[in-house]
């Protein structure tokens, strides 16, 4: 499965940015999710989403990020809306084949795994101004 992000940039504080996360091969991915890192910063969960469309959010993005999917074109995407300047970070995309990933969908967000069968993009870079 490979994975690979696009439409990082640079926006201004209260802006908008879409991400997207190209999936080579959805049917195999259980768990999709959304994470981000930030320099000298642990990487954190943002949004997740199983194939039946369920889906997690950390707390600190409800109401302003927004994980969708389509299936037909083997894509994530990310909404950020009223973007701030602490959303600056690396934005990565994950696939995970693993039935268990969607067991507590908002733990495998929580914890970020690093598996043979979770797969990571190379992230696209998200810098807010204010």
């Known amino acids: 499965v490979h994975v690979t992000e696009s439409g990082g940039g640079s926006e201004q504080s209260g802006g908008s940015l879409r991400l997207s996360c190209t999936v080579s091969?959805?049917?195999?991915?259980?768990?999709m999710g959304w994470f981000r890192q930030a320099p000298g910063k642990e990487r954190e969960g943002l949004a997740a989403?199983?194939?039946?469309?369920?889906?997690a959010y950390a707390d600190f993005v409800k109401g302003r990020f927004t994980i969708s999917q389509d299936n037909n074109k083997n894509t994530l995407y990310l909404q950020m809306n009223s973007l701030k300047s602490e959303d600056t970070a690396m934005y990565y995309c994950?696939?995970?084949?693993?039935?268990?990933?969607?067991?507590?969908?908002?733990?495998?967000?929580?914890?970020?795994?690093?598996?043979?069968?979770?797969?990571w993009g190379q992230g696209t870079q998200v810098t807010v101004s204010s």
């Open positions: 989403i199983m194939r039946d469309g369920s889906t």
């Open positions: 091969d959805t049917a195999r991915a259980y768990c």
């Open positions: 994950a696939a995970d084949s693993r039935r268990v990933c969607g067991v507590k969908l908002i733990r495998w967000l929580q914890l970020h795994p690093v598996t043979p069968r979770t797969y």
